[in-house]
């Protein structure tokens, strides 16, 4: 499967990031598959956000769970992520990614730039 991040590459403070993976060459509900957020802020390393299972279950980071919401739309074959209340901590290059298991995301989208600044 290929993986594409599409959204917004700016964000003010306060507002409510929202990006969406659309994923081609494969289905977001096959067996055994985990579908991933993950971001790297500069100078820093590889971040997990959170995951949505092929069942659709979803699983979240504890440092960002109540910011934090993932979803998805099967019709489109696409999963979405959206973090609220973002501060430019929040900069990162954030990617869409997949997996077997909930530790297992090494299969990553090209990844989107979204800079956090009023």
């Known amino acids: 499967a290929q993986l594409q991040e599409s959204g917004p590459g700016l964000v003010k403070p306060s507002q409510t990031l929202s990006l969406t993976c659309t994923v081609s060459?494969?289905?977001?509900?096959?067996?055994?598959?985990?579908w991933h957020w993950i971001r790297q802020p500069p100078g820093k390393g590889l971040e997990w956000l959170g995951a949505?299972?092929?069942?659709?279950?979803?699983f979240y980071s504890p440092f960002l769970k109540s910011r934090t919401s993932i979803s998805r739309d099967t019709s489109k074959n696409q999963f979405t992520l959206q973090l609220n209340s973002v501060t430019p901590e929040d900069t990162a290059v954030y990617y869409c990614a997949s997996g077997i298991s909930l530790s297992d995301y090494s299969y990553r989208g090209q990844g989107t730039q979204v800079t956090v600044s009023s």
């Open positions: 949505i299972t092929s069942s659709g279950s979803t």
């Open positions: 060459g494969g289905s977001i509900t096959s067996d055994r598959y985990w």
